[in-house]
């Protein structure tokens, strides 16, 4: 089974912090991403990886960076964090091509800014 | 761009009843569809997806999926609700370098 890990269930930070949420695959994915979940928007892309020292932007990377120092792990990194980064963050991975590229997911961090 | 849509937020259904969940996307090229299931405090679990071939797609737990081109519709389904089906529904689409595209989710509400 494809198992996807993320450092924390439930983290409490404050306003200005610095937050890094980390994500754990065992498969040997070239593929890593960062989503976060809000009520009604579904999930976006923050940023997401297709190889060692590779990264791209999605949708939403305003106030987000990323690092992936080795294959099986993806920081999320939070420079300053903000109340309205408040959320659920989600990793996932998947291999590369068109065929075979199914996104499996860890369990997800919720991240409460004060 | 790719993009899908899930136009209800919540679908109640009677245990034993049939349970449909609606998608729709809107793609350039041949599309590659996907549904996700999430339990309460939990991440996405992969049902299904679509890809090429049969338009009828068996998932996980009972689930199908029916592919529509003409409708542009990839709609799940499942004959019969159980109440452990309670959960959060995503509908997807693959983009370029395997970004997944979601819809909004849909809240399935089984009651025995």
């Known amino acids: 089974d494809v198992k996807v890990t993320q450092s924390s269930r439930y983290l409490v930070k404050r306003t200005g912090e610095k937050v890094f949420l980390e994500c754990v695959q065992d498969?040997?994915?070239?593929?890593m991403f960062w989503y976060r979940q809000d009520p009604g928007l579904g999930l976006r892309l923050i940023y997401f990886?297709?190889?060692?020292?590779?990264?791209e932007k999605g949708d939403i990377p305003e106030g987000y960076s990323v690092s992936r120092e080795k294959k099986e792990r993806f920081s999320l990194i939070l420079e300053s964090a903000s109340t309205n980064q408040t959320s659920m963050y989600l990793c996932?991975?998947?291999?590369?091509?068109?065929?075979?590229?199914?996104?499996?997911f860890g369990p997800g961090t919720r991240l409460t800014v004060l | 761009a790719q993009s899908v849509a899930q136009p209800e937020d919540q679908v109640n259904v009677a245990e034993g009843n049939p349970l449909t969940v609606k998608c729709t996307y809107s793609?350039?090229?041949?599309?590659?569809l996907f549904w996700y299931v999430q339990y309460p405090n939990r991440g996405l679990q992969f049902l299904l997806k679509?890809?090429?071939?049969?338009?009828l797609v068996k998932g996980s737990y009972g689930f199908e999926a029916e592919f529509n081109k003409s409708q542009t519709s990839f709609h799940l389904k499942k004959p019969s609700a159980l109440v452990s089906d309670s959960a959060l529904y995503f509908c997807?689409?693959?983009?370029?370098?395997?970004?997944?595209?979601f819809g909004a989710g849909t809240q399935v509400v089984v009651t025995p």
């Open positions: 996932a991975s998947s291999y590369a091509g068109a065929s075979t590229d199914t996104q499996y």
């Open positions: 498969m040997d994915h070239e593929n």
């Open positions: 990886s297709y190889d060692v020292k590779m990264k």
């Open positions: 793609v350039s090229g041949n599309p590659y």
């Open positions: 679509y890809i090429t071939g049969d338009n």
């Open positions: 997807a689409v693959r983009s370029i370098w395997g970004k997944l595209q």
